[in-house]
Structures are given as C-alpha cells and as structure tokens.
T-cell receptor, first 113, second 116 residues
Framework: QQPVQSPQAVILREGEDAVINCSSS?????VHWYRQKHGEAPVFLMI?????EQKGHDKISASFNEKKQQSSLYLTASQLSYSGTYFC??????????????FGTGTLLAVQP | DAGVIQSPRHEVTEMGQEVTLRCKPI?????LFWYRQTMMRGLELLIY????????DSGMPEDRFSAKMPNASFSTLKIQPSEPRDSAVYFC??????????????FGSGTRLTVV
C-alpha cells in the first residue's frame, strides 16, 4: 500500500517554512525523499535509515520515527528553487534491506516571490 | 557519468502496436527499477532487477508487459499489444549496491508514452 503524504499541496511565500509528512502502514527499514520539478525526473534529496536519525543539508532536513512508521521533511526559509512535487519513498522489509521503494502520494509545493 | 539514459524520450503509437522502452543504468549500479507515473496512480513500481536478475515483478500490470535485462548495461520494457490506458511516463532508475546506503536512486529522464 502506498505511503500517505500530507499536505497534498502547500503554497508558500519566499522565506517561509514548510513541513511535509509521510506515513506508512508497514514497518519501515528506510525512507528516501525526492523532489520532482514539472516535466523532469525525480531527484534524490536524502535517505534516512532506521534508528530514528535526522539528516539535513542546507535548509532542508528530515526526521524518521520508525516506531510511528513516519517521516517528515522540513524546508526552512524557502526559496523559489524549492518549488516542485516532493515524494517520500519507503523501504519496508522485516528481513532487512531490499532496496525496493514504494513512493508516496506526493506533495506539491509552490513558493511564490 | 552520463547518468541513467532512457530512449526514446517520447513515443506515440497506435493501440495494438508493440512498444519497447530502453534503459542504460549508471555503470556500477547493480539495481535497476522500472516505474510508471500517472496523475491518478502516482509513481508505481513495475519491476526491479538486481545483478540482471528480476527480483520482484508483482507490479507488472498484466501479461502484456514484459521486462528484460540481458546485461549490466541494458534493460528493456516491452508492451505488446499496447492500449490507451498504458499512456504514462515510464521512468527507469538505478541505484548502487546495498552496502552504499548513503545514495538513493538516480532516475532517467523518462519516456512519455501516448497510445492513441
């Protein structure tokens, strides 16, 4: 079953913050985050492994709560270049890593000047 | 590195015709994935390979779809016969060996398939 993302869409002004959530009904081994601009391929942002880690680069960071089977992506001081559709990709495997990702429903982020 | 290379970029075909999509993964990546993207269903995993061997094809919609990976540098996704509901963007992606856990998938530019 596909992970559920919320919100479905969000509109921001430059400089504002946003949080995108990803929730799975299955036990998770890892969570990936990708951004896709219109007409382009998804681009890898970061991966979080089980263990409740947090990661970030620049002003984009993420957390992973394996007990709740949830991950959140945090975008701070948003820039116009952050616009696009964000997808979480979840790897579920009771037996360990499979490298197989099921992508979430997507969140459309629009940053306006 | 040229990244993941897919061809063709666009394909328009008539219902009932055979369609073949092609993918060249990044050298050294031993996983290859085929996804289909539509507005209604999002990004769906069709099939994936590890070291040229199909691992999971449970996402292949029906027998009209088939995929092969004859060697580490080439994979095909074939639809025969094609139907209008197959219209979508088909992405190929590759990823490094499982041991390298800091890297995700690299996607190709996709093939936009239109079946009329």
């Amino acid at each position: 079953q596909q992970p559920v993302q919320s919100p479905q869409a969000v509109i921001l002004r430059e400089g504002e913050d946003a949080v995108i959530n990803c929730s799975s009904s299955k036990a998770l081994y890892s969570v990936h985050w990708y951004r896709q601009k219109h007409g382009e391929a998804p681009v890898f942002l970061m991966i979080l492994l089980k263990g409740g880690e947090q990661k970030g680069h620049d002003k984009i960071s993420a957390s992973f709560n394996e007990k709740k089977q949830q991950s959140s992506l945090y975008l701070t001081a948003s820039q116009l270049s952050y616009s696009g559709t964000y997808f979480c990709g979840t790897e579920s495997s009771p037996g360990g890593a499979t490298n197989k990702l099921i992508f979430g429903t997507g969140t459309l982020l629009a940053v306006q000047p | 590195d040229a990244g993941v290379i897919q061809s063709p970029r666009h394909e328009v075909t008539e219902m009932g015709q055979e369609v073949t999509l092609r993918c060249k993964p990044i050298s050294g990546h031993d996983y290859l994935f085929w996804y289909r993207q539509t507005m209604m269903r999002g990004l769906e995993l069709l099939i994936y390979f590890n070291n040229n061997v199909p691992i999971d094809d449970s996402g292949m919609p029906e027998d009209r779809f088939s995929a092969k990976m004859p060697n580490a540098s080439f994979s095909t996704l074939k639809i025969q016969p094609s139907e209008p509901r197959d219209s979508a963007v088909y992405f190929c992606a590759s990823s490094p060996p499982r041991l390298n856990r800091n890297y995700g998938y690299t996607f190709g530019s996709g093939t936009r398939l239109t079946v009329v």
